[in-house]
Every structure is written in C-alpha cells, then in structure tokens.
C-alpha cells in the first residue's frame, strides 16, 4: 500500500507541475497574441533631419532612440520603425519615417514639422 501512496502523491506532483507550466504557456501565447495582432505601438517623433537621415524617435515605455540611414529599427515584437527612401540619380533621399509590422508600411508618422 506505501507504493501505491507514493506513486499517487508523485503523480500530484506532476500534474500540479503540468498545470502550471500550462498556465504560464498559454499566457505567454496570449501576451505575444496581443502585442502582435492587436496593439500597435505609439511612436513620436522629437527631432528628424532628412538631409542627413538622422531622427530622434520616443518609442512606447518613455525608451528615446536615433535611427539614422536605411536601417530598420525594432520597437517590440513585429513592428520597428525606418527612414522612406528614394533614389535619384544613385543619390539617396530620405523622405518620410515609417512605422513597419513585418517590414510592411503601416503607417507614415507625422513629421512635417521638421520638413523645410
């Protein structure tokens, strides 16, 4: 009978341990969920220079970063954040600041202000 209390207790054991390792599973894939499909991600612009293609951006959480160039710059989960470009002439010319989801335009951010 002592085998048999044992393997019942352990077998507590374990499920306590599945359950909650479930848990914990299934509110890491909502988390991710909402980030990716329902939140989009607020994105100011302080300061943009389209001559050089330098900007100065305030991202969610108060973070303050500069991007500059062609680069793309990651915000959280599938969005970042990049310089619009064109080539004339092989010369390139930055002419907007975009908000990407998976490298895809979704939004152009409002920076007219600092355009002369």
């Given at each position: 009978m002592s085998t048999n209390?044992?393997?019942e207790r352990e077998s507590k054991l374990v499920l306590k341990i599945v359950a909650?390792?479930?848990v914990i599973t299934a509110l890491s894939g909502a988390y991710f969920f909402l980030v990716n499909n329902v939140w989009?991600?607020?994105v100011i612009v302080l300061k943009a220079d389209f001559d050089n293609g330098f900007a100065t951006l305030e991202l969610p959480f108060g973070n303050v970063v500069e991007i500059n160039g062609t680069s793309e710059f990651l915000v959280v989960g599938d969005w970042g954040v990049k310089f619009g470009?064109?080539?004339i002439d092989g010369k390139i010319s930055y002419e907007n600041i975009q908000l990407l989801r998976k490298g895809l335009v979704?939004?152009?951010?409002?920076?007219?202000k600092f355009i002369q």
């Open positions: 209390a044992s393997f909650f390792a479930t989009k991600p607020k470009t064109k080539i979704v939004e152009y951010l409002d920076a007219s």
